[in-house]
Structure formats: structure tokens, C-alpha cells
């Protein structure tokens, strides 16, 4: 969950509850570095072209969209992850990133893979306003929960890491029963939020999940197109998860509750990819291209690409330092509202 908060506008929160994945897209910074899990990227090449050029845990070879997002709101540093020694003093009150990746909406999910779940998010989110309280008194704590911008990124590794192959869940549930189930979660985290005084939220929506490199390769039956199916459930999902956040807001006063479409902007990319300055967009950077992700994308994974600046994707799962930049732009400007 990112939290991009101002006090008057002078801070950034950014508590990536997620997955925010951003994808698969996941907004974890390193929370999972923390963790007893194999979902984790704190190693080369993960964050070759970041500022540090050190991986820090984010699934990308540099920054994340929402990085970026925070850079042009004009903020000059990043929030640690709040599982990180990083995250003491005085930095908890400029921000925090609570994003766990491969966790998501359903805590099973995260189960499975020993992250964070959105559950125990909430949580440790509890637990970090009780610090801030502390620091600062109930007064200003309460200005700063209200007036942050909290970003959630969930969904992706809820179907690609867990409903697509696991046979228990895809014969017990139709992807629209599952999108329900998902739903519902966001729905009482939207509204446990709230009771917490925050009252500035973006979502990211799903991405074109069929069309991620590793989705091609596992469930494109050898072809090299964007899977239909996948693409049509998170279709489907967005539309409820719009419908969802309309009743959201209607219900609780002064929300303001904003859906960010990755969809749409990501596939723009993968669709026109040279119109955006991209080669390719069917391979990512790393090892092949085709299903590298966390572990697989290593250090001696044959065939890295030297320049990611090409790539849409910079490993499986995850757009590119260069991806992000341009969908942090879309995000801005669907942004607005939040931080008017």
C-alpha cells in the first residue's frame, strides 16, 4: 500500500499494501528481503540501474512506477520498507511502504508464498499509526493519516501465482466466482482503512495479465500472443472493481477513492511498443525473457540484455525501469483527485 502523504503536501507515505505487485507488479521496495520466502530480488542484476546501482528488493532494474509518481509530486527520497532497518526515527513519518511481494487480496496467496499478507498489512499499518501517534501526538498523527495517499496494488499474483495453476481453486471457483471473493477483500480493507482515518486512496487496477512474458509462456500453449482468456478475467475484474469503489465512495463520506487503470497503458505499450521508444515487448531483459522471475533472474541467467531500456519487461512478471516511468505518467494524470 503506498502511502504518498503531505502534511501540507511535504511528505510521501508510500504504503505499497500490496502485493502493486504494481504488478505481479509489486510495489514491494524490500519488505520480503525480511522474510523466510524465495519471492525476493535483493540481487543482481534486480536493481542494476537504480540510483545505487545495488538491488534494494525491487522486482525491477531500477525504480517503480510508483518511485516515479513520487519524484514528480516533487518528493526527493524513497520510503523504506517497514520490515527494513531502515524504517526508524523519524523517516517512519515521511513514509512507509508495506508491500509484500506475491501477497494480494486473497491471503492464501501469500501464503503459499511466504509473504505478507494483506491481512498482517493491516496490521503492521496499526502498528506503524501507533508510532506516529507517539512521535507526534494524536492531533497532528490523525492530519498526517487522512491527508496521505495511500496506494493499493493487489489482484495479479491472487490469478497468475495462484488461481491459473492451482487446480483446487479453478475447479471450485469460475475466475468471476474468484473476482467476487477478491472483491470482497478490497472491500473491507477499503473500509477498515477508513476507520482509520485515511481518506485518500488510489488501486491500481489489474494489468493485461495474458500479456506478461512469463503468462505467454505458461499458458499460451506455445504461441507467442497475449493470452485471451487472462486478459478477458482481468478485464472483467476492473469493471467490478470500478463498480465496487463507486459504491465505496457513496457509502463513506468524504473518501476519496481513485482507480487507477494500469491496464489500459500497459498494453498500450506492449501493443505499439515502438511508439514509445521500446524493441520488445514479448521478451523481458532477463535470462531468456520468457519466465525469469525472483530466483530464476540471477546474476548468471544467460542472455540479460545489456540495454533494459528497450524492454517493456524487465524480468516475467515486472514492466522496466523505462516501462514504469511512462505508466507513472498515465498514473499521474489519473491522479488528480487525490491530491487536490
Not at 527494513?84 to 517512519?92: C, W, Y
Not at 482481468?234 to 491496464?263: E, M, R
Not at 522471475?293 to 523505462?322: K, R
Amino acid at each position: 500500500m503506498n502511502d504518498l502523504n503531505s502534511g501540507p503536501r511535504s511528505r510521501i507515505l508510500d504504503i505499497n499494501v500490496l502485493p502493486l505487485g504494481q504488478h505481479m507488479h509489486t510495489d514491494d521496495v524490500g519488505n520480503n528481503n525480511n522474510l523466510d520466502t524465495l519471492i525476493k530480488a535483493n540481487f543482481l542484476p534486480y536493481g542494476r540501474d537504480y540510483v545505487t546501482h545495488a538491488p534494494t528488493g525491487r522486482f525491477c532494474n531500477g525504480k517503480l512506477a510508483t518511485d516515479f509518481t513520487a519524484e514528480y509530486l516533487g518528493f526527493s527520497s524513497y520510503p523504506p520498507a517497514y520490515l527494513s532497518h531502515e524504517a526508524t526515527g523519524n523517516k517512519v513519518l515521511t513514509g512507509v511502504n508495506f508491500a509484500s511481494a506475491a501477497s494480494g487480496y486473497y491471503d492464501r496467496t501469500a501464503q503459499l508464498y511466504r509473504a505478507v499478507t494483506l491481512t498482517r498489512q493491516l496490521q503492521n499499518y496499526k502498528e506503524w499509526q501507533s508510532k506516529v501517534v507517539n512521535m507526534v501526538g494524536r492531533s497532528k498523527a490523525d492530519d498526517i493519516f487522512s491527508g496521505g495517499i495511500h496506494l493499493l496494488s493487489a489482484g495479479s499474483s491472487d490469478f497468475i501465482q495462484n488461481y491459473y495453476i492451482n487446480p483446487f481453486l479453478n475447479r471450485l471457483y469460475s475466475p468471476d466466482n474468484f473476482s467476487n471473493i477478491l472483491l470482497k477483500s478490497y472491500s473491507s480493507f477499503i473500509q477498515n482503512l477508513y476507520k482509520l482515518g485515511v481518506r485518500r486512496i488510489g488501486v491500481t487496477s489489474l494489468p493485461p495479465a495474458g500479456c506478461l512474458p512469463a503468462a505467454i509462456t505458461l499458458f499460451g500453449g506455445g504461441g507467442n500472443e497475449c493470452v485471451a482468456r487472462l486478459n478477458n478475467d482481468a478485464v472483467a475484474f476492473n469493471h467490478k472493481l470500478n463498480s465496487t469503489s463507486q459504491n465505496l465512495k457513496a457509502s463513506l463520506p468524504g473518501l476519496k477513492l481513485v482507480v487507477f487503470d494500469i491496464y489500459q497503458p500497459l498494453l498500450d505499450l506492449i501493443s505499439n511498443p515502438s511508439d514509445a521508444g521500446f524493441l520488445e515487448a514479448r521478451r523481458a531483459c532477463c535470462g531468456t525473457g520468457t519466465v525469469e522471475t525472483s530466483i530464476l533472474c540471477n546474476a548468471g541467467s544467460m542472455g540479460t540484455c545489456s540495454n533494459a531500456t528497450q524492454y517493456v519487461f524487465w524480468d516475467g512478471f515486472h514492466p522496466s525501469q523505462a516501462a514504469n516511468e511512462k505508466l507513472a505518467q498515465a498514473l499521474l494524470e489519473q491522479g488528480f483527485d487525490l491530491i487536490s
